[in-house]
């Protein structure tokens, strides 16, 4: 049985009478920063020789500390109920609720932000006075860099004010429309996505037509979305003093601009293996007539179909294999915890715990948004996981990811609620972490027929990750100096992804069966909070397998370590962390190492599919 969550344990039903109870608390926690902001203020400015700032920022922060797990808590529970009922109007309304109650907390946060710049000379007395506050240097020096970037306090609350109903609302609409779209026969979208991992060639082709079709049919209402959604950041962006969009996100991922070139380099040093990949797969395909294209994996085209680039690679007709038997989700979870222990009993405990304690909704039903996540909650230091579970071997990965970045904050457990938000670079390395310790088992238990088929799964992700990340990052690149100069249709979307697809996959995906309206489906897009949520993947991935390198070497020793390094990421630099794990990520030579592994995988496949 796929199940659905249980959330008793978070919050009560939003129409309740215990949910206005904790409504109240989150007010009351939001009253009292507001009386230590309001008493900072008057001493400063009437009698500031006896305003004793390091007194009071430790007042704050631990205050701060209650309202911030409240806060946290209570937008990701709004979105969660949500995004399993999209139409449900009582979740609509909780959500704009929600965001009501946090441009008073953002106000608050701005004050504070104010406060503490102008007394930036005083940060040395409160960390000799208070040694315990050590562990917020690097935060506290994050929140003034950040100041920098602020409009007006006046002009911040009205930016935060309009956009619940400007970019919030539009990301909404997005969600909302993708979740209910269904084929004549009620497949809801998401399925028919989910069929580019079926076995069978005429259904992977189908579907991918009633994807586009579906897409097209809505596109003025996708590209007034995303047009809308980018052009309100560059308006934002501009008074707010940053150079463009991609140094935002470099800020918000505690990444300098040098590992980003880095990074990027290396991957775009490896597209010839990776186009290798594709074409091999392709003429695999093509020979072992498991492909409905007429052109893909020919002399005159020998690229893949964008449709068959999840296709199972096996020429044989049995069901039992990894890719093509449907696994029940008993069965998925009794593996996960199997391989998580595998690696720490600490982490297959903490597993076994998430499924037992049913923090999982798995279950496919229409209302409910694509995809997959997992949202973590300060109150009780609990997640929530949500997939789309259809019994593919694809899923019990989605599955094993999104409970590595479980496993990460939980080991983040008794710090305070200010470190709980790390960068989604590092966020994306847990969660890469967990799924490698999966697929690295299956590719050593298989050979080959089987072993051709597990090692083009970790290829088919490990391309997503790398190369199709890349062509998101060309087009989002893309979209935004474009966007500040004028404003941009369907067409405009379309052909953008076209040529970040022709830059990135090259010959390597067919030349006539692409997926232009990529822009369309991805929701990372839609958020007026991530722009190049792209990027922080591909960084994950050969982080990630960095450290199952050096698991590999050290053994169950590791682990420990490990949790460690988790338990750190909320209170430093992607550089600074790195350097303590032995790793120099501003020179390609470092994410070289990782993408090996893969190109060494690209060499045995295309030995194994001969």
Same mark, same amino acid.
């Given at each position: 049985?796929?199940?659905?969550?249980?959330?008793?344990?978070?919050?009560?039903?939003?129409?309740?009478?215990?949910?206005?109870?904790?409504?109240?608390?989150?007010?009351?926690?939001?009253?009292?920063?507001?009386?230590?902001?309001?008493?900072?203020?008057?001493?400063?400015?009437?009698?500031?020789?006896?305003?004793?700032?390091?007194?009071?920022?430790?007042?704050?922060?631990?205050?701060?500390?209650?309202?911030?797990?409240?806060?946290?808590?209570?937008?990701?529970?709004?979105?969660?109920?949500?995004?399993?009922?999209?139409?449900?109007?009582?979740?609509?309304?909780?959500?704009?609720?929600?965001?009501?109650?946090?441009?008073?907390?953002?106000?608050?946060?701005?004050?504070?932000?104010?406060?503490?710049?102008?007394?930036?000379?005083?940060?040395?007395?409160?960390?000799?006075?208070?040694?315990?506050?050590?562990?917020?240097?690097?935060?506290?020096?994050?929140?003034?860099?950040?100041?920098?970037?602020?409009?007006?306090?006046?002009?911040?609350?009205?930016?935060?004010?309009?956009?619940?109903?400007?970019?919030?609302?539009?990301?909404?609409?997005?969600?909302?429309?993708?979740?209910?779209?269904?084929?004549?026969?009620?497949?809801?979208?998401?399925?028919?996505?989910?069929?580019?991992?079926?076995?069978?060639?005429?259904?992977?082709?189908?579907?991918?037509?009633?994807?586009?079709?579906?897409?097209?049919?809505?596109?003025?209402?996708?590209? #007034?979305?995303?047009?809308?959604?980018? %052009?309100?950041?560059? $308006?934002?962006?501009?008074?707010? *003093?940053? +150079?463009? @969009?991609? !140094?935002?996100?470099?800020?918000?991922?505690?990444?300098?601009?040098?590992?980003?070139?880095?990074?990027?380099?290396?991957?775009?040093?490896?597209?010839?293996?990776?186009?290798?990949?594709?074409?091999?797969?392709?003429?695999?395909?093509?020979?072992?007539?498991?492909?409905?294209?007429?052109?893909?994996?020919?002399?005159?085209?020998?690229?893949?179909?964008?449709?068959?680039?999840?296709?199972?690679?096996?020429?044989?007709?049995?069901?039992?294999?990894?890719?093509?038997?449907?696994?029940?989700?008993?069965?998925?979870?009794?593996?996960?915890?199997?391989?998580?222990?595998?690696?720490?009993?600490?982490?297959?405990?903490? #597993?076994?715990?998430?499924?037992?304690? %049913?923090?999982?909704? $798995?279950?496919?039903?229409?209302? *409910?948004? +694509?995809? @997959?996540? !997992?949202?973590?909650?300060?109150?009780?230091?609990?997640?929530?996981?949500?997939?789309?579970?259809?019994?593919?071997?694809?899923?019990?990965?989605?599955?094993?990811?999104?409970?590595?970045?479980?496993?990460?904050?939980?080991?983040?457990?008794?710090?305070?609620?200010?470190?709980?938000?790390?960068?989604?670079?590092?966020?994306?390395?847990?969660?890469?972490?967990?799924?490698?310790?999966?697929?690295?088992?299956?590719?050593?238990?298989?050979?080959?027929?089987?072993?051709?088929?597990?090692?083009?799964?970790?290829?088919?992700?490990?391309?997503?990750?790398?190369?199709?990340?890349?062509?998101?990052?060309?087009?989002?690149?893309?979209?935004?100096?474009?966007?500040?100069?004028?404003?941009?249709?369907?067409?405009?979307?379309?052909?953008?992804?076209?040529?970040?697809?022709?830059?990135?996959?090259?010959?390597?995906?067919?030349?006539?069966?692409?997926?232009?309206?990529?822009?369309?489906?991805?929701?990372?897009?839609?958020?007026?909070?991530?722009?190049?949520?792209?990027?922080?993947?591909?960084?994950?991935?050969?982080?990630?397998?960095?450290?199952?390198?050096?698991?590999?070497?050290?053994?169950?020793?590791?682990?420990?370590?490990?949790?460690?390094?988790?338990?750190?990421?909320?209170?430093?630099?992607?550089?600074?962390?790195?350097?303590?794990?032995?790793?120099?990520?501003?020179?390609?030579?470092?994410?070289?190492?990782?993408?090996?592994?893969?190109?060494?995988?690209?060499?045995?496949?295309?030995?194994?599919?001969?």
């Amino acid at each position: 049985m796929i199940p659905r969550w249980n959330l008793d344990s978070i919050f009560p039903p939003v129409q309740s009478a215990g949910y206005d109870k904790v409504i109240a608390e989150y007010v009351s926690g939001m009253d009292n920063l507001e009386n230590l902001v309001t008493s900072a203020k008057k001493l400063m400015k009437n009698a500031p020789a006896n305003f004793d700032f390091p007194m009071w920022l430790k007042g704050f922060l631990e205050a701060e500390d209650a309202t911030l797990r409240l806060s946290s808590s209570l937008n990701a529970f709004a979105y969660i109920v949500y995004s399993v009922d999209t139409t449900n109007t009582d979740f609509l309304n909780n959500i704009s609720r929600i965001d009501e109650l946090g441009l008073r907390l953002e106000k608050i946060g701005l004050d504070f932000q104010s406060i503490l710049v102008m007394n930036e000379a005083r940060l040395p007395q409160f960390f000799e006075r208070f040694p315990e506050f050590a562990q917020y240097e690097f935060i506290l020096g994050e929140e003034i860099a950040d100041a920098r970037h602020k409009m007006t306090a006046a002009e911040e609350n009205l930016a935060s004010d309009m956009q619940r109903t400007g970019g919030n609302a539009w990301d909404r609409l997005h969600e909302q429309i993708i979740s209910n779209l269904s084929d004549g026969n009620g497949k809801t979208f998401n399925e028919i996505r989910n069929d580019a991992y079926s076995a069978d060639k005429n259904v992977r082709r189908s579907s991918y037509e009633k994807e586009i079709s579906l897409l097209k049919r809505n596109e003025i209402a996708f590209a #007034a979305c995303l047009n809308n959604l980018k %052009g309100e950041t560059v $308006a934002l962006n501009k008074r707010r *003093k940053w +150079g463009d @969009a991609l !140094d935002r996100a470099l800020f918000s991922s505690r990444m300098g601009r040098k590992t980003l070139e880095a990074l990027v380099g290396a991957i775009e040093d490896s597209l010839p293996s990776w186009r290798d990949y594709f074409r091999a797969k392709a003429s695999f395909l093509r020979k072992n007539g498991m492909t409905a294209s007429e052109k893909a994996g020919t002399e005159s085209d020998g690229g893949i179909a964008f449709y068959d680039l999840f296709a199972p690679m096996t020429a044989s007709e049995k069901n039992d294999s990894v890719l093509s038997r449907k696994w029940t989700f008993a069965e998925a979870r009794d593996y996960i915890i199997e391989r998580y222990s595998s690696f720490s009993e600490e982490m297959g405990a903490f #597993a076994k715990k998430a499924f037992d304690s %049913g923090w999982i909704d $798995a279950e496919c039903r229409e209302g *409910k948004v +694509g995809g @997959a996540y !997992d949202e973590d909650f300060a109150v009780n230091h609990e997640s929530r996981i949500m997939t789309n579970f259809t019994g593919a071997f694809s899923d019990v990965i989605t599955l094993a990811h999104e409970l590595g970045h479980a496993y990460h904050f939980s080991c983040m457990k008794g710090k305070p609620c200010a470190f709980f938000s790390y960068p989604m670079t590092l966020a994306e390395t847990a969660s890469t972490f967990a799924e490698t310790i999966v697929k690295q088992d299956m590719i050593a238990r298989c050979s080959g027929a089987d072993r051709m088929q597990i090692l083009d799964l970790d290829l088919q992700d490990a391309s997503q990750v790398l190369v199709d990340i890349l062509s998101r990052f060309y087009f989002e690149r893309s979209v935004f100096e474009e966007r500040s100069k004028s404003e941009l249709n369907s067409a405009d979307f379309c052909r953008l992804m076209r040529d970040a697809q022709e830059k990135s996959y090259g010959d390597g995906l067919c030349r006539d069966e692409r997926h232009e309206y990529m822009w369309a489906v991805k929701s990372h897009y839609y958020s007026t909070g991530l722009d190049f949520y792209n990027f922080p993947y591909a960084f994950g991935q050969l982080f990630g397998a960095g450290l199952y390198a050096l698991y590999k070497k050290e053994g169950k020793s590791f682990a420990g370590r490990y949790a460690e390094l988790l338990s750190r990421t909320g209170s430093m630099s992607c550089e600074e962390l790195c350097r303590e794990a032995g790793f120099d990520i501003e020179s390609k030579e470092f994410w070289r190492s990782g993408i090996d592994m893969y190109v060494k995988e690209i060499v045995e496949l295309k030995k194994l599919a001969r």
